[in-house]
């Protein structure tokens, strides 16, 4: 049975299955943040969940293979080291679920921290739309917004 899943769940599958999963949670983000579909499947426990189960699937796939993953710290040497590491399925797929996985907590903090706020869903959306693509600047666009109903200019919380 593990065979066949090894068959099918292949890292070019994976990716597709990513991709295509993570929008659902993004879209009921940017277009019902207030809704409880919202708090209980995306803005908890639950996506996270996913993708660690993804990731320990990957891990357990490519140490099958014998992926070499102390090469992984190579990132840590350089740019051109960094670049090598990209070139490989193994490092790019992992790396890939890391970075889905990441943009979807920040786009489920804004959603959560505007609405402690009372910052109205059409303020949060650009900045929603932003991190989903570009995690940092879309974050920053958020800070932005939230000094306004903050009241407040706040580094940190």
């Known amino acids: 049975m593990i065979e066949q899943i090894n068959i099918f769940f292949t890292p070019q599958m994976i990716y597709l299955w990513l991709n295509l999963g993570v929008l659902p949670f993004w879209i009921i983000l940017l277009f019902f943040p ?3 579909v919202s ?4 803005r908890s426990i639950f996506p996270f969940m996913i993708f660690s189960f993804v ?3 990957l891990f357990y796939y490519f140490f099958l293979n014998d992926f070499e993953f102390i090469n992984n710290f190579n990132l840590y040497l350089g740019i051109e080291q960094l670049s090598v590491l990209f ?3 193994g490092f790019l797929i992992m790396f890939w679920c890391h970075f889905l996985a990441i943009n979807l907590f920040c786009g489920a903090w804004i959603v959560n921290d505007s609405l402690k706020f009372s910052i109205s869903k059409f303020f949060v959306f650009f900045p929603l739309l932003i991190t989903y ?3 940092p600047i879309g974050l920053f666009l958020y800070w932005l ?8 200019l706040s580094l940190y919380e």
């Open 133 to 135: 693509f570009i995690g």
């Open 34 to 36: 207030n809704s409880g």
């Open 87 to 89: 070139s490989e399925t």
């Open 55 to 57: 990731y320990v699937y």
């Open 145 to 152: 917004i939230r000094i306004f109903f903050a009241k407040r």
């Open 39 to 42: 708090k209980y499947m995306v």
